[in-house]
């Protein structure tokens, strides 16, 4: 870290302050919070019912636990590359940072479009909000410290900006975080959630901890994998990638009283995988032995 100009360890300090801010508002609002599982239908299985019909010779799709498993995107290979370049994130412009998240944002959409169509599964995009104070949503009251939360009831992202990360946005690091809420809509429209909410509805405590966590670090390898379609470009460098990584690695489990998103050296760990492997395949925690998923 020394070695580097003075300019980059700047560059670098505030890129750790943006990070902080990004682990904490890594939360997942699930549409049944409000009543136990037991006592109604989780959401994406009736979302799933309305979706549009699957286009003839559509491969089948599994059910039970080997919706989530064996899923159809396991086998579609590298992960489209959406050729993007949603441009700079000047400080100081909210203008600007609802710009860049709607590029970003795009090029999901461009991406994981044409890895369902290779699956042969129908597809649809979430929705994007971007907001700058706390919101109810669908899914019930706004979590405290959150920035970023995707609502499964609207299949929408919702992303608050900051006057901090205002001050000091990091490019990479609100890339990975909308990456990573996208992931959570990947596993709603592939089916994968409807293995996840009945294994959740019969699992004690220490087996919905352990469920979450697959889920958790599922989104955060599919998210790599989007990353990994931008390497080497100016967004993801490699020396910005390998401190997020290692940021992640020291600290991404600070800030949750339980262990639902994976210790931090696991978040790193399948962060590397998704990045250096670039296909969803790469992301099957539901297949991995339980101390892959701690």
């Not at 979590?143 to 995707?150: Q, S």
């Not at 800030?255 to 590397?272: E, F, I, L, R, V």
Request: one cysteine or more.
């Amino acid at each position: 870290m020394n070695s580097l100009p003075k300019g980059r360890i700047a560059a670098l300090v505030a890129a750790a302050v943006a990070l902080t801010m990004a682990a904490a508002s890594l939360v997942l609002v699930l549409s049944d919070v409000a009543a136990p599982s037991a006592e109604r239908t989780p959401v994406n299985v009736a979302q799933k019912v309305a979706s549009p019909p699957a286009p003839s010779g559509a491969a089948a799709v599994p059910g039970g636990r080997a919706m989530a498993t064996a899923n159809a995107l396991y086998k579609t290979g590298r992960l489209a590359d959406a050729n993007c370049a949603p441009g700079a994130l000047p400080a100081g412009s909210m203008i600007a940072y609802r710009r860049f998240l709607t590029r970003v944002t795009n090029c999901l959409n461009k991406a994981w479009a044409t890895q369902f169509r290779k699956a042969r599964m129908p597809f649809s995009k979430p929705r994007l909000r971007i907001i700058t104070k706390k919101v109810r949503t669908p899914c019930g009251a706004w979590n405290t410290g959150a920035d970023g939360v995707y609502c499964s009831t609207d299949r929408t992202m919702y992303l608050m900006i900051s006057r901090d990360q205002l001050r000091n946005p990091f490019p990479l690091g609100i890339s990975r975080l909308i990456a990573h809420e996208y992931g959570h809509h990947v596993q709603q429209a592939s089916g994968i959630w409807n293995y996840y909410w009945t294994a959740r509805s019969a699992a004690g405590k220490t087996g919905r901890l352990q469920l979450s966590r697959r889920s958790e670090l599922q989104a955060e390898c599919f998210s790599a994998v989007f990353m990994s379609t931008m390497k080497g470009t100016e967004l993801v460098n490699q020396a910005d990638w390998d401190y997020t990584v290692q940021w992640f690695y020291k600290n991404g489990a600070k800030g949750w009283p339980q262990n639902d998103h994976g210790k931090g050296p696991t978040q790193a760990a399948w962060m590397t995988r998704g990045f250096n492997r670039g296909m969803p395949g790469a992301c099957n925690t539901w297949a991995a032995a339980a101390r892959n998923v701690q």
